[in-house]
């Protein structure tokens, strides 16, 4: 009796479980178009996400720490375990990353998901790409945030899925 249960145990998870193995991964998509992602029927929302968006493109992605003031609270915080908390602090690890500015460009560069505004949160979502653990000439996608909440038109905090790296 125990062998037949076994049995049909095992059955029923092959059953279960091989279809979600045999079936890949969908990879995760950029948006066509990024204009559209920040429309909004309400003006607030449209207009905090318009914030967050070309504040990536401004001072993040092109690093135009010059404009930081524009977007970014001097009080600032951010949960991001490897960068300090304040503007000064974001400006500096922008610095360092991009160390000599880059041209504004039109659009968001990184493979921009979505972006959600509700309340005085913006969230950016986009497509990260990593190799397969199994097999390091493959690749697989998954999905990175950014979330920021914004007081009197300004970024005051930053939050993101970041870790610390581990110890070389």
């Not at 909004?40 to 993040?60: C, G, I, Q, T």
């Not at 602090?89 to 990353?97: D, E, L, N, P, Q």
């Amino acid at each position: 009796m125990k062998k037949f249960l076994f049995a049909h145990l095992a059955v029923a998870f092959a059953a279960a479980v091989l279809p979600l193995i045999a079936t890949a991964q969908v990879p995760v998509q950029p948006a066509a178009d990024q204009e559209q992602l920040l429309a909004s029927a309400d003006p607030a929302l449209r207009a905090n996400k318009r914030l967050v968006y070309d504040f990536w493109r401004e001072v993040f992605e092109a690093g135009q720490v010059a404009q930081a003031e524009k977007y970014v609270a001097e009080s600032y915080i951010q949960h991001n375990p490897n960068v300090p908390t304040g503007r000064a602090a974001m400006v500096g690890f922008i610095s360092r990353r991009n160390p000599t500015p880059l041209p504004v460009e039109p659009r968001i560069k990184a493979p921009l998901v979505s972006i959600v505004a509700e309340r005085d949160l913006v969230i950016l979502s986009f497509v990260r790409e990593y190799p397969e653990p199994q097999d390091a000439t493959r690749k697989y996608t998954t999905t990175w945030f950014d979330m920021f909440r914004l007081e009197n038109g300004k970024i005051v905090e930053h939050w993101d899925g970041a870790v610390k790296p581990p110890k070389p």
